[in-house]
């Protein structure tokens, strides 16, 4: 076989079989089949597209190319969730400890992330002592008794994903439908999951910016995972604004305890409720989604759930006290109110800038290399649909410096405003089955 033969093949809208795209992922991350040649079939691919089987076999290569998490001596059903990209995503920290409460095992690897905020272990770290050092005996052991655990990633998950990314990046093909599914499917499948639910964001500050796009994406993704045996669902949600109202490390922390709690957002609860009954579904620890719903719904009224956040911080380190006394969570030296420039309607807040303002103070990352500021970020006020009058606080900063020009501008070009009233948006538009 040569890669140039194949190149032109796709090229061309022909599909390639299951051994051809073996012959290229290997070829790819063995070094054999040089980048140049990759770049030029990820056009192409751009271009031509995938059928829904061939986008299933490069998913599968990728998971072959490198180490695969296995998950076999925890037991009952693995479900994973994976969400393709919100500022200040708190669910995670709130889905974790309550789907674990209704009995469903939660064994999450994750990592450290990259721009806005940090990852799920970065804001796990705001809690004194909390460490995701385990090794897989203890990991295992920790998931079977408490249902829950987080670990860090390691091994060596995925290489040919990682290395076909990189190469996207700067070659103009990252967004294309078969690519980013394999890419991301490839990660929850190597990972070890059952199952996986996904949630697809749409709106202003999300990948998918139409709901078009997002439609297409799951059920993309959908049909990879049902194809190899992975029972997969997605669930597309709104990102025209973030959720919650909590963006930055230990906010974030806050903002999931509260939420365990039974009063945080409303639109953090019920995008946890709709997805959390959806894993315990899927986990076959309810005959229906409303059951599903409503044993969540008791495990945060009887709290149940913040139980289990405490003993699954207890488990890995970390000073549980927070949990009742959230005030000793890091604290950021001062608090700046960003006001409203004159009276109107809160018509959208993009995400992505918003985003950028928590980074520059300090709660992202902007490289690989940078420090976290854990106690820094923002509290939203208004959210879309609000109605604003002059002066009143849209943002309040949480900073450990004064000077936050720059961070006030971001946040005043995120929002935008109307004059009339403006009508609230979906929080959940549709579930993709197949
Ligand atoms: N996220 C991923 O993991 N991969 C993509 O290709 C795009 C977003
Ligand atoms: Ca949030």
Redesign the pocket.
């Known amino acids: 076989m040569r890669m140039v033969d194949l190149i032109e093949k796709k090229r061309d809208g022909k599909e390639l079989t299951k051994e051809e795209i073996i012959f290229i992922v290997e070829g790819f991350t063995d070094g054999s089949i040089p980048d140049y040649q990759m770049s030029a079939l990820a056009m192409a691919i751009y271009f031509q597209g995938m059928t829904p089987e061939e986008t299933a076999y490069l998913t599968m290569a990728m998971v072959e190319s490198g180490d695969q998490i296995d998950l076999s001596a925890i037991e009952g059903v693995k479900v994973d969730k994976h969400s393709?990209?919100g500022v200040g995503d708190t669910t995670t920290l709130v889905l974790a400890p309550l789907v674990a409460a209704v009995g469903v095992p939660v064994a999450k690897m994750s990592g450290r992330g990259l721009g806005h905020t940090g990852g799920t272990i970065d804001k796990l770290e705001a809690v004194t002592g909390f460490h995701v050092e385990i090794d897989n005996d203890e990991f295992n052991r920790l998931v079977n008794t408490n249902k829950v655990a987080v670990v860090g990633q390691s091994g060596n998950l995925t290489p040919a994903?990682k290395k076909l990314?990189g190469l996207?990046d700067v070659t103009g093909s990252?967004s294309s439908i078969p690519?980013?599914a394999s890419?991301?499917m490839s990660?929850k499948i190597a990972s070890g999951a059952d199952a996986i639910v996904l949630d697809v964001k749409t709106g202003a500050g999300a990948?998918m910016k139409t709901l078009d796009d997002a439609k297409e994406l799951a059920s993309t993704m959908v049909k990879i995972g049902n194809q190899v045996g992975r029972k997969t669902m997605a669930v597309i949600s709104d990102m025209s604004q973030p959720l919650g109202f909590a963006i930055g490390n230990a906010l974030e922390v806050k903002e999931a305890i509260d939420t365990l709690k039974g009063e945080g957002p409303e639109d953090l609860r019920e995008l946890c409720l709709v997805l959390g009954s959806q894993m315990v579904y899927l986990a076959g620890e309810a005959a229906s989604l409303e059951e599903a719903r409503t044993k969540l719904e008791e495990v945060i009224a009887n709290g149940k759930a913040l139980e289990t956040f405490k003993t699954f911080l207890a488990a890995q380190g970390g000073d549980a006290s927070v949990v009742d006394q959230p005030e000793r969570l890091p604290t950021a030296q001062f608090t700046i109110e960003v006001p409203a420039k004159e009276d109107g309607y809160v018509a959208e807040i993009i995400a992505d800038d918003i985003g950028t303002a928590a980074m520059i103070l300090g709660a992202g990352r902007a490289t690989k290399e940078s420090e976290i500021d854990l106690a820094v970020g923002l509290i939203l006020h208004k959210k879309v649909g609000d109605q604003v009058k002059q002066g009143e606080s849209l943002v309040t900063i949480h900073s450990n410096t004064q000077d936050v020009d720059q961070v006030i501008e971001r946040i005043y070009q995120s929002y935008g405003f109307s004059k009339g009233p403006v009508e609230a948006l979906p929080l959940v538009y549709c579930e993709i089955k197949e």
């Open positions: 393709t990209g994903d990314y996207r990252v690519l980013i890419s991301i990660k990948f």
